[in-house]
C-alpha cells in the first residue's frame, strides 16, 4: 500500500543528493546572508543561486498535482508521491523556496490551476512557476474570528467595472517579500446572502495598486521569518478591474475549501521532516553528552524520550501517507476527515517531538546554533495556520459523530 511510484523514488534520491551538497552546508551562509541584509525582506543571492542549481538537476514544482501536469516539466505527482519530497524539504526550513515548493506559493498556484482564467494565468501563474514572482494569499483578519471564514469583513464591492476593497489583513505571508507582485484577496461582497457561505468574492490585487498598504512585519515567538516574511495590510479603497475577480462573484469560500485541504497536508509533510531531523540530532547529542558518569544515552530517562519520538512520527508519517493516498484516490472533498485528523495531529505531536529533542540539547537547544527553534515555531504557527485545532477538531467530531450515529 505505501510503495512510492519509480518517479518519486529517483527524485527523492536526487533531491536526498541536493540537501547533502547545496543545502545543509549552506545553512550558516543562509543566516549570515540574512543577518547582513539591509532589508530583511529581499532576495537572497544564496537563494537565487540554489534555485538555478535546482532547475538544473529538475528538482522544480514537484508539488504540482498529476491532474495538472501540463504546467510543468518536473512535477505530476501524486499526493502519496510527493510526501517523502516534501518531509526531505522539511527538514531545513527554507529550503522548499528552493525548489519552488513553498507555501504559501504552491497553494496560490493551484488556486490559478484551478479556477484562474486562461489570461489570469498567463500573468500571473506562468510567472510564479518559473519563480520570477512570488505571491501571497490574504484571508486572516485582526478584528474577527477568521477560524470561521465566514466571518471574514473586508469589503469588496462592485462599482461601475470596478471592485473596490476596504478593511484589514494580517499574518499575510510573503506580502513584504521584495518579489511578492499579487496578492488573493479573499472579502465579503455580498453580506446579506441567505446563505454564509456564498457572501464571499475572492479577487486578484497586484501588490503596487494604489490604496494597498503594507502596516508592519509580523513575529511568531519572535521570529519575522524573513525573506517571506507575515504581514498586516490595509486596503484603502483599493481598485481592481472586474475581470480579476476568480472563479465568479459569491465563490470565495468554495475557492478556499479547495485551497487549503493540499497546503494543510504539505505543511504537515514537511513537519514530519523537521521532526524527523530532530530526532536525529537528539540521538546524537546523547552519545556525545556525559552526565553523572555515563552517556546520556544510557540513561533510561532519555531512552524512554527517544523511543517515544520514534514511535510517534513514524504514526504521523503513516497518518500523512494514508490521508495522501486518500486523496489521490477519493479527491480533497471526500478526504476531508482524514485531512482534518491530519491537521489536528501532526503539528502538535511534532512540536512536543521537537520540544523533547530541544531539551536534550539542554540551553543550546533554544538558541539559533540549532535549527529546532525555529523549527518549533513553525509547528507552532502551523497549528493556528490554515485554521486552529479546535475549528478541525470541531468539524471532525461532527462528522465521525453523525457516521456512527446513523449507521
Not at 471592485?163 to 479573499?186: C, N
Not at 508592519?216 to 486596503?235: M, N, Q, S
Not at 505543511?267 to 546523547?286: D, N, V
Not at 525555529?374 to 478541525?392: K, L, S
Request: charged share 25%; net charge negative; hydrophobic share 40%.
Amino acid at each position: 500500500m505505501f510503495n512510492h511510484s519509480e518517479k518519486s523514488r529517483q527524485l527523492l534520491a536526487r533531491l536526498d543528493a541536493f540537501m547533502d551538497e547545496h543545502i545543509y552546508p549552506n545553512e550558516k551562509a543562509y543566516a549570515r546572508q540574512l543577518d547582513e541584509a539591509d532589508n530583511r525582506f529581499a532576495p537572497l543571492p544564496l537563494m537565487d543561486e540554489l534555485k538555478e542549481k535546482a532547475k538544473a538537476v529538475g528538482l522544480w514544482n514537484l508539488f504540482v498535482p498529476e491532474s495538472h501536469a501540463q504546467y510543468c516539466d518536473h512535477g505530476g505527482l501524486s499526493n502519496f508521491d510527493y510526501a517523502p519530497l516534501a518531509e526531505l524539504m522539511g527538514r531545513v526550513i527554507w529550503s522548499p523556496e528552493v525548489f519552488n515548493c513553498n507555501a504559501p506559493d504552491t497553494g496560490n498556484m493551484e488556486v490559478f490551476m484551478n479556477y484562474a482564467t486562461q489570461a489570469q494565468q498567463e500573468e500571473w501563474l506562468t510567472p510564479l512557476l518559473s519563480g520570477e514572482i512570488r505571491s501571497s494569499y490574504a484571508m486572516t483578519e485582526p478584528h474577527v474570528a477568521s477560524s470561521d471564514a465566514t466571518n471574514i469583513k473586508l469589503s469588496i464591492r462592485r462599482e461601475g467595472d470596478e471592485w473596490v476593497l476596504k478593511g484589514r489583513k494580517w499574518f499575510i505571508t510573503g506580502a513584504l517579500y521584495e518579489r511578492t507582485k499579487i496578492l488573493i484577496v479573499m472579502g465579503k461582497s455580498d453580506p446579506e446572502n441567505p446563505n454564509r457561505h456564498k457572501q464571499q468574492t475572492q479577487v486578484l490585487v497586484p501588490k503596487d495598486t494604489p490604496g494597498l498598504e503594507l502596516i508592519r512585519p509580523l513575529t511568531t515567538l519572535g521570529y519575522d521569518d524573513a525573506p517571506l516574511g507575515h504581514a498586516e495590510i490595509v486596503f484603502n479603497n483599493v481598485r481592481v478591474p472586474l475581470e480579476n475577480v476568480l472563479l465568479g462573484e459569491g465563490r470565495g469560500f468554495e475557492i478556499a475549501q479547495g485551497r487549503l485541504g493540499p497546503g494543510r497536508m504539505h505543511h504537515c509533510m514537511r513537519l514530519i521532516g523537521a521532526a524527523q531531523r530532530s530526532l536525529e540530532l537528539a540521538c546524537k547529542r546523547a552519545t556525545s553528552r556525559t552526565t553523572f558518569g555515563r552517556p546520556l544515552s544510557k540513561h533510561q530517562s532519555v531512552r524512554e524520550e527517544i523511543s517515544k519520538s520514534f514511535s510517534e512520527i513514524e504514526m504521523a508519517r503513516l497518518l500523512v501517507l494514508k490521508t495522501s493516498k486518500k486523496m489521490d484516490e477519493m479527491g480533497v472533498p471526500a478526504s476531508i476527515d482524514m485531512i482534518a485528523a491530519t491537521k489536528i495531529t501532526v503539528p502538535l505531536l511534532v512540536q512536543n517531538v521537537i520540544d523533547r529533542c530541544m531539551q536534550l540539547h539542554g540551553a543550546g537547544g533554544l538558541t539559533e546554533d540549532y535549527f529546532m527553534a525555529e523549527a518549533f515555531n513553525y509547528a507552532r504557527w502551523c497549528r493556528q495556520a490554515d485554521g486552529p485545532d479546535q475549528v478541525h477538531q470541531m468539524a471532525l467530531g461532527k462528522q465521525i459523530i453523525n457516521k456512527y450515529a446513523d449507521a
